[in-house]
Each structure stands twice: as C-alpha cells, then as structure tokens.
C-alpha cells in the first residue's frame, strides 16, 4: 500500500484548491505565500504530476487536480465535522473521580439536585482510591484527600478540613460506655484498631497508643466497611462525620465522646490547568463550593 503524502502538504493543497488562490490560502493557514508553494511543488514532485497551472499571478486546477480537490476537500470536511461532534459530545459530559466513601457517602445523594440544575449536562461518576490520569482515564475534575492539595499540573480548590471522631452506634454506647476520657477508649472494640486516624485522634486527645504491638480486631479496607460495622454495634470507628451526618441526624451512630479533632488531610477538587475555564467544570466546581459553603 503506498504510503500517503505528508498531511501539512495535503492541507496546503486543499485550502489552495477551494480559494484558487496561494495567496488567501496562505493568509488561511497562517503562512507565507512562498510556504504555500514550497509546500505544493514538494506535494506535485512526490506524486509525479502537476496540479495546478501558474499563469502570471493566477493559478488553475489542472485536470489532475480537479480530480483530486473534492475527494480531499470531503476527507477534510469529514475530519472537521468528526472533531466538532466530539468537541460537542464532550461538552454535554462531566466525568468526575473521587473515592468510594466520598462519592457513596456524599456525592452520589445530592448529585440528583445538581442534574435538576444542568439538565443538559451528563455526569459519570468514577470511584477509586487511587490517585488517576486525567487524559488516560478520560477524567475532568477530582475529589481527593489530601494535605496540601499540590499535584503535578494540576489547580486545587480546598472543600473542607476533615474532623475525624470515634462513632459507634447508640446500643454499643450503653453496653460499654459512657467514656469520660481518650484512655479509655483504647482497650475498646475498636474497627481498624491500627489505623493512623486513630493514631492522631489519640495524639491530639493526650492519650497516645502505644506505638508497639499490633493489637487484635476488626481491619477493614474502607470508611463505608467501619461505618456499616459501627452501625451493626460492632464497634468504633474512627471517621469522618461530615460524611455520615444523615446516620447522626437519625441517631444511628453517636460519639462515642465528645471531641473535637481535625486531621491534616482535607477534601479538595482538582482538575487539569488547563481546562479550568471549561465552562462544565466551572459549573461543577462553583456548585459543589456553595454546597460545602452552606453546609459549613
């Protein structure tokens, strides 16, 4: 199969055949007429035939040309309407990537009264712990804990600190408390005993665990597993309330004590520098800091 003429010399030929002219043509393209004519004399002497007859300061098809000018111009005109469809379809879809217990927890019920908002707007909903390619996995924005928010090529807008406090369902606090103090708590059923929320929740509270020896328990791999145990009476887990407020409000899950801790990791939405004036993740971004900024 032979192999095809360099592009930039095909694209110089189709504008140069519509206008019938180097001149507009290159004044399209951005270049220089001397280009131009470089760059379709290099295109005639790769394909061994003349396509356009120079008389003075006109130009002609020949019959060659003429010939080849509709088939490239529909390639062309196929290309363009190719990219404009993505470049719409695009536009309609916001694909957003955060972690299981955020989008469960929080995004994925109130998501609803964003569609409500931007009823023209679809939104795809990516979970996963792991940090993401945004241009390999086909990401616009991501909601991520983190300390400071600095990624690599990426702008960062802070959503919320993240309290963290021990719950455990009300049953479970009458069989093994009231607590008057942290100490108390850590011979406790506690769910991923040797999680470093609970290391800083005890630093700060003036009880430090011992940092030796691993203590027995339930280890689960996520805040949604510890919070359903919590609820089950299973025991207490570290996490964070923010994100079960509706079990709180429904008095489901207590405290086993009071306290009032905040964890060096916070919430941020992220997105790729440049696409921060995309007006779809302007509108997600503006939406999701007013709700935070009313629930605040």
Not at 57 to 75: E, H, M, Q, V, W
């Amino acid at each position: 199969m032979p192999s095809l003429p360099p592009l930039s010399s095909v694209r110089v030929f189709e504008a140069a055949a519509r206008l019938e002219n180097f001149t507009a043509a290159a004044h399209e393209l951005g270049m220089t007429q001397a280009a131009v004519s470089y760059q379709i004399k290099a295109l005639e002497d790769r394909l061994g035939v003349s396509l356009f007859h120079r008389t003075g300061r006109r130009i002609l098809l020949t019959d060659k040309g003429r010939s080849l000018a509709p088939i490239i111009s529909r390639a062309f005109n196929d290309m363009r309407d190719g990219f404009s469809a993505l470049a719409r379809e695009d536009s309609r879809v916001l694909t957003i990537s955060t972690t299981n217990s955020f989008a469960t927890m929080w995004l994925a019920p109130r998501l609803g009264v964003f569609q409500i908002r931007h009823p023209d707007l679809a939104v795809r909903l990516h979970s996963s712990d792991q940090w993401i390619d945004f241009a390999q996995d086909g990401i616009d924005l991501a909601i991520r804990g983190g300390q400071d928010g600095k990624w690599p090529g990426v702008d960062s807008r802070k959503l919320i600190s993240v309290r963290v406090a021990p719950l455990c369902s009300p049953a479970f606090l009458t069989q093994h408390g009231p607590f008057g103090n942290a100490q108390e708590l850590h011979d406790q059923p506690r769910l991923t005993p040797d999680d470093n929320w609970w290391h800083h929740w005890f630093a700060e509270m003036g009880a430090p665990l011992p940092s030796t020896g691993a203590r027995g328990g339930i280890r689960l791999d996520s805040q949604i597993m510890e919070g359903r145990a919590a609820l089950a009476g299973q025991g207490i887990a570290i996490l964070s309330p923010f994100l079960w407020q509706a079990e709180i409000e429904a008095g489901l899950l207590v405290e086993a004590m009071p306290s009032d801790v905040t964890h060096p990791m916070s919430y941020w939405i992220a997105h790729p520098s440049h696409n921060r004036n995309v007006p779809k993740v302007k509108t997600f971004r503006d939406w999701i800091a007013a709700e935070f900024a009313k629930s605040a």
